[in-house]
């Protein structure tokens, strides 16, 4: 069994929670790091995006400051979430120790979650590939700037709606994937900060983000199971972790090399404008 360093640094801004992603992982491929999951959560509520969308033509920045939610860009692609009542995760681990295809990288790494759904009593299902949306029947196109609304490779699935999403980026020969449990979704808080060219396109394109898309407690209330809370959640899947990567979890802190990057990443990258807004 492989030990693995186990970081619970709790409610963070939106720039930490990126910057500390990503300085475990340059950390790690200088060789200064060790394999480590990491939980968190985020203060204020926030809208991430993805590395490749574009900010200022997707998001309504006015509605998001009226709202008091955050924003932050990811380094991984992938499309807008918005992180309030959920679960996040972070994994870095060696190149070597995963697949090299991006695809069935994702399927290894992701294991766990399936197993965290089975002890909450949701069986989960990975996402075969779709072809996203836009089609007849399906979200208008607009809708493609939110995540959840559609799964794709090896995503996790409960009765057909997709319950998990994450996203990943390689460098120096470390993998960082990370991502999110929803526990509660609230599509019109979502798709309020979204920019549409009026708001029957706002309400079709949250209907069926709402259609496509499910909550852990939602799905457990319909079960005739108790919701959870955050901290219940947590533990259940760091429990489907040990159980499920036969891993040993040491509880442990950043290191000092691994603060003193996040640092810097938080005022030179994620909490600067030239990053966030730049595309």
């Known amino acids: 069994m492989r030990q693995w360093r186990l970081l619970r640094t709790g409610n963070r801004s939106p720039a930490e929670n990126m910057a500390i992603?990503?300085?475990?992982?340059?950390?790690?491929?200088?060789?200064?790091?060790?394999?480590?999951?990491?939980?968190?959560?985020?203060?204020?509520?926030?809208?991430s995006i993805g590395c490749f969308q574009k900010a200022e033509r997707e998001i309504d920045f006015d509605r998001l400051r009226e709202r008091g939610i955050g924003f932050v860009r990811r380094p991984t692609g992938g499309r807008a979430v918005l992180h309030d009542r959920e679960l996040t995760y972070s994994l870095v681990v060696s190149e070597g120790d995963v697949p090299r295809s991006v695809t069935e990288s994702y399927r290894e790494l992701s294991i766990w979650l399936l197993e965290g759904f089975r002890r909450l009593g949701l069986e989960a299902d990975m996402a075969a590939r779709t072809d996203g949306i836009g089609r007849a029947g399906r979200a208008p196109a607009f809708a493609t700037a939110a995540c959840f609304d559609s799964p794709s490779w090896y995503e996790l699935v409960v009765?057909?709606?997709?319950?998990?999403?994450?996203?990943?980026?390689?460098?120096?020969?470390?993998?960082?994937?990370?991502?999110?449990v929803p526990l509660e979704l609230d599509a019109d808080k979502l798709f309020g900060v979204l920019r549409y060219p009026n708001e029957q396109e706002r309400a079709l394109a949250a209907a069926a983000f709402a259609r496509k898309a499910a909550s852990v407690n939602e799905l457990l209330v319909a079960r005739g199971r108790p919701p959870i809370d955050v901290a219940e959640a947590e533990q259940v899947f760091t429990e489907a972790f040990a159980a499920a990567m036969g891993a040993v979890?040491?509880?442990?802190?950043?290191?000092?090399?691994?603060?003193?990057?996040?640092?810097?990443?938080?005022?030179e990258k994620y909490g600067a404008d030239e990053w966030n807004l730049r595309r």
């Open 159 to 180: 009765d057909g709606r997709k319950i998990a999403g994450s996203a990943q980026m390689r460098s120096r020969g470390a993998v960082l994937q990370h991502g999110s």
């Open 249 to 267: 979890l040491v509880p442990g802190e950043l290191t000092e090399e691994e603060r003193k990057l996040a640092d810097v990443l938080v005022r």
């Open 21 to 47: 992603d990503e300085a475990i992982l340059i950390a790690y491929g200088e060789g200064g790091g060790v394999p480590t999951i990491r939980f968190y959560g985020w203060n204020p509520p926030t809208l």
